[in-house]
């Protein structure tokens, strides 16, 4: 009997790696993959004769292995070779979610400011200092190879929460909610780059906005670009974006961009199921508008399925109505969902 490994090379390594999938119905699909032998090649054909795309052969099978070890990577995250690909309108986790049931601000933003005309709180909110904060964020494939065998359409959308959960008082309200619906085609890349594999390059277009009526409404729409790169334990995403401009009378936040930023630089590495990360974005202006903040995220591992959560934030722009406020902010909880 012909052994497996003299079937298909590198088979066994493809084998371990199904068995890190959760899904009883991807790691069957796995199992089915991994142990079908590869077709002879044509007369007069060559391995090298083959395109890369998304061919299991291309990929080194310790490159697969590894990428099902540590989880999820840029390449399965954003179905970037075959052994990831599982089609369209599949929801995909995006960016982490979590809940913060204690979430601490050292200077509470009770009196909501904008320099446009009508978008000033008249009135000082009775705010606690403490409340939870949660986010969900999903994301889908709708069309596969736009163009030939490279170029993926997604639909992505992240909501963030901040609940004054402990102010009864107030009737614990929620103090401020921010959508974000984006579009983004996303294609596959392979460079280096410091020492980095660059795995892919995004355009996109970017809506966020809290859904307030005036005085409170705060919203605005982006051009974004997306450069993906990975290594090991370690993934960079950096994100530039253009903001598309609006008519004086609505725009609810005039020069945002100012505080917010012009782009961010997030720095992921997962080490011993641990997942640390760095999130800093900046005006990309000097003096007055020099503005910017960073986030540091620590995901501690309790389960197969559960983290522990820890968020530190300071700077401007923590959320849409906070876009000119500077705080600092500590967070605890759980995550079911992080960068890895």
Request: hydrophobic share 35%; with cysteine.
């Amino acid at each position: 009997m012909i052994s497996l490994a003299a079937a298909w090379p590198g088979a066994h390594a493809q084998v371990s790696a199904c068995r890190e999938i959760r899904n009883d119905a991807e790691r069957l699909a796995c199992y089915d993959r991994a142990t079908e032998p590869a077709a002879p090649p044509e007369a007069g054909s060559t391995a090298a004769d083959s395109s890369p795309g998304r061919e299991l052969g291309s990929i080194p099978a310790e490159q697969v292995e590894r990428r099902r070890r540590l989880g999820a990577s840029l390449t399965d995250r954003w179905e970037l070779d075959a052994a990831s690909t599982r089609g369209t309108f599949l929801l995909r986790p995006y960016k982490p979610m979590y809940l913060l049931p204690v979430n601490y601000t050292n200077r509470i933003n009770s009196e909501p400011s904008s320099s446009a005309p009508g978008h000033t709180s008249a009135t000082l909110a009775s705010l606690d200092n403490t409340e939870a904060k949660f986010q969900i964020s999903l994301k889908a494939k709708i069309w596969q190879n736009v163009f030939a065998d490279n170029g993926d359409l997604w639909l992505g959308y992240t909501q963030s929460s901040r609940w004054q959960v402990y102010n009864d008082a107030d009737s614990a309200p929620f103090r401020e909610t921010n959508y974000e619906p984006e579009a983004m085609l996303v294609f596959r890349t392979n460079y280096e780059l410091f020492g980095l594999n660059g795995r892919l390059v995004g355009i996109g277009v970017n809506h966020q906005s809290n859904g307030r009526a005036l005085p409170l409404s705060r919203s605005w729409n982006r051009i974004t670009a997306n450069f993906g790169f990975e290594h090991d334990d370690w993934m960079v995403m950096a994100r530039p974006w253009w903001r598309m401009k609006e008519s004086a009378n609505q725009d609810d936040n005039p020069g945002i961009e100012n505080y917010i930023g012009r782009g961010e630089l997030l720095v992921a590495r997962k080490i011993n199921g641990h997942v640390l990360s760095v999130q800093a974005r900046h005006s990309l202006r000097g003096g007055e508008n020099s503005h910017g903040s960073v986030q540091f995220d620590w995901a501690i591992p309790v389960s197969s399925y559960l983290k522990g959560h820890l968020q530190l934030f300071s700077g401007y722009g923590e959320s849409m109505i906070d876009f000119n406020h500077r705080q600092t902010t500590f967070g605890l909880g759980i995550s079911l969902v992080d960068w890895f």
